[in-house]
């Protein structure tokens, strides 16, 4: 199994979570934000999409015991992750939202790009590694 375009998404990811962190600190207006905000959605959307449609599937069916326990235990922690991110996006997406209360859009906009950041650094670290890993079918 190859990762590149998995690995890929999170480099992009990565690019996206600095400019709505350097925007939020920087002089960037609530609209601005909402346009990095939604780029960087579009992009977690695709990236929750392709794993759970097409990595997962392979991985919980793999051969390998030790395999299909460690993508069981990714996939799962993946819904909970996507559910919190999509919840966020939903609060914050709403023209007006971050302009009545810019300290709990950046409060809640930390803790959820800290959440998403640890989970693609595992993916990245670990799961991935274990990917490559395996002999070709």
Known sequence: MYTLL??????????QVKELTDGMYGEKGASELRI?????ASTVAIHFTTAQSSLYPRLTAHADASMRATAVRYRDTLDSISRG???????WKVYGAIERDRERFASE???????????????????????DALPAA
């Open 6 to 15: 998995y690995r890929q998404q999170h480099a992009m990811i990565r690019r």
């Open 36 to 40: 990095s905000l939604s780029r960087l």
């Open 85 to 91: 991110f999509t919840s966020f996006f939903e609060t």
């Open 109 to 131: 906009t930390r803790d959820v790009l800290e959440a998403l950041i640890q989970r693609i650094d595992a993916e990245d670290n670990d799961l991935y590694p274990r990917v």
